[in-house]
């Protein structure tokens, strides 16, 4: 018996007369409106305190890739770092601070913070290293070897050679040529020889 393949339109229609897969789209989608309320609310003190300061947004994800200058942000959104959000607006913290208008603000904390994320192949250590590497200055290159040194950061160290382009440039071409065949660190290691 030979199968003949469905159209599209046929799949549509059949799938809209499936009572299984209209009951599973109905319930993705009240997860999805329990979690926007969930993440609306988890970020209202934090989008007022924007708001408060002249930044005018209804999220943080709305700082994120932004081209405006929200430099009267970086201080709240520091403070933010320790506070407990749920995971998808830490996110969003610690990417809108992945800029070097944070630049001395906001490194010490996301080194804390760095260092506190336990899990070295989550998607927030991972993170928070590339923030890290956005934000470094010359005071903070040397914790930065620190870090790229140990190993139980895991992935999490894959931008952090970025971050040493503060050294003197002989010191860091050193560090960064032991770096570029490192599986996680090898890419951006050659990135930060080509910059300096």
């Known amino acids: 018996m030979i199968d003949q393949e469905k159209t599209a339109q046929e799949l549509m229609a059949e799938l809209a007369n499936d009572a299984s897969h209209q009951q599973k789209l109905k319930e993705k989608e009240q997860q999805r409106v329990l979690l926007e309320q969930e993440l609306c609310e988890d970020e209202r003190q934090l989008v007022a305190e924007f708001q408060s300061k002249g930044v005018l947004i209804s999220s943080v994800w709305d700082l994120v890739n932004s081209k405006e200058n929200y430099q009267a942000a970086i201080p709240t959104l520091v403070a933010h770092l320790e506070k407990p959000h749920h995971a998808r607006i830490s996110e969003g913290i610690v990417r809108a601070l992945t800029t070097p ?96």
């Not at 190993?151 to 960064?176: C, N, Q, W």
């Open 101 to 196: 208008t944070a630049a001395g603000i906001a490194t010490e904390p996301l080194i804390g913070l760095f260092r506190s994320t336990v899990d070295a192949g989550s998607e927030l250590k991972w993170l928070v290293g590339a923030a890290i590497a956005e934000t470094a200055t010359p005071a903070s290159a040397k914790t930065i070897v620190g870090l790229i040194n140990d190993e139980k950061h895991g992935r999490g160290r894959a931008f952090l050679p970025l971050g040493l382009i503060h050294l003197p440039k002989d010191e860091a071409r050193s560090i960064l040529e032991r770096l570029t065949s490192h599986p996680a660190m090898g890419e951006s290691a050659s990135k930060a020889i080509a910059l300096l």
